[in-house]
């Protein structure tokens, strides 16, 4: 018969189970580790470190993206052909693996607290290694495709700026408690030091960084200018679809001031609108004229386009994903919609009184209007009766024959010239990409009564930015959206802003300093402890991790110094108990 010598009643630590078992695999209580942690685990840990802020700044791209997801889809069906979400399963795998590598963060940070050793589980390796050159590849891959769309994280710090600036200084308050765990216990050692030096750089700078930060809404109330009109771009393309006459209405319905839209000449000289160099997105062309779907938009005549469907195409593909909350008038409407002429929003703009600012496209060489394609336009314009001023003109080509025909057209220029420039080319409008709309810019042509509208403005928060900033007028495939903007989503005084970071810096320092000091002091308190001052008894239990730390060394230690050759040691606790021998350890 084998004899249990009873040695000590042990607590179920579930929650570190739990804690060491998720990230290392190790759910055994012999398998835990206070010593420290390897090169090896802690260059792993610093890819861990690594994926996630990766992950994080490729998130926020994403997020703040959203004001062009439509240009990003339109341009992968330009290269590919074919239409398709691609933010979709962008988005998904982006939130998968920022959700998976946040939560191995979280564990590894509470092993640090706990004074557990790193040993992350392979499966975790090859997780965070896989979503490490996913995001590599994601990077790369937008930077040669849409290089231009990292602008939109720079702008967007002007909206976001301050209150990343709070929650950043927060973040690194609270690590604070790790680093002092770290720095203030044992002997000095170049790690402790250079990790101290590193936290309190990261701690300066971020005290410091409001310095660089820079936004248009951290102004005076009484300087805000008047609330930016809104134009709709190409209708209101969220709402119905885009470029058709219900979509206009729609629009008008969301009280735009002027419409926006992309006009192509047919072959017989009838100005039209399409956005696209073919017919093959917008319509159902590949049924009617399946042999001529590749075929540019401008070589097919007025009767072959108004026999096309221009709606059917939005409720197959969903292209906003608003279909569903469409009344089922509206889908009937949608999917009745013709390819709408340059005349037919013409003259809808002169019965609501709006202006209208259009976009034109050449056609190629071989179409008979090639010579012919502006005087077609300008014969549209006075057909329709519209007042000359409420016409935005934005083509450069003939530009002076335009104005000696047409001299009341507001001449716009879509190129970012000089005033002087502009004032050359009688232009008093400007029409911008919003990221090339700087607020230096901005309110320099204010300064020289040049009237700038800037595009495509589809989020709150990048309309409050260019509100601020003093802009005019901004287009937009969300007009419902901009509706619903009556102020700027935030704006506040210097002063204010002064008072906030400077209460904020002055509350985390605060903490910090505590931190230290009771770490310190909680290091210091802690008395050293012996084998013959611990006691082994199966009734006595104290909670104290540093007395656990050290019963269970002095368990081991009676176990590799041989206690007994034949005799298994066992532990019992309320439930059960945990046998030791020489050959090994078994539950």
Known sequence: MVKHQPLQVYERQLCLSCLTGIYGCRWKRYQRSHDDSSKWECSWFLILCSSFLLLLVWSYFWWEAHNDYNEFNWLLYNRSGEWSDGTVPILTTTLVGFSYTAFLMILAFCHIALGQQLNLYWIHKIGVL??????????VSIDDLWRDEWDIVLISLQSTGPFLHIGAVAAVTALGWLVAGQVVRGDRTRFQVLLLLVYLFVLLALYLAPFAISSPCIMDRADLKTRPAVIGRRGAPMLAPENTVMSFNKALQQKVSAFEADVTISMDGVPFLMRDQTLRRTTDVARLFPKRQHDDASLFNWTEIRSLSAGLWFLRDDPYWTVQFMSTKDRNRAGNQTVCSLLELLRLATRTNRSVIFSLRRPPPQHPRYQLWIKDVQKTIQR????????MWTLDWYRKTVRAAVPLLQQTSEERLSVEELKERSSHTLSLHY???TVREIRRLSRSNVSLNVYPVNEPWLYSVLWCSGVQSVSSDAPQILRKVPHPIWIMSPDEYCLIWITSDLISAAIVIGIFIFQKWRMSGMRSYNPEQIMLSAV?????????IMKEKLIFSEINNGVSSTDELSIYTEHGYEGYTRDGISR
């Open 435 to 437: 990221s090339q709309a």
């Open 130 to 139: 896989a979503v490490l050159l996913t995001t590599i590849t994601g990077v």
């Open 540 to 548: 006595v239990r104290r909670p104290s991790r540093d007395v656990n």
């Open 384 to 391: 329709s009766g519209i007042q000359s001023e409420q016409v």
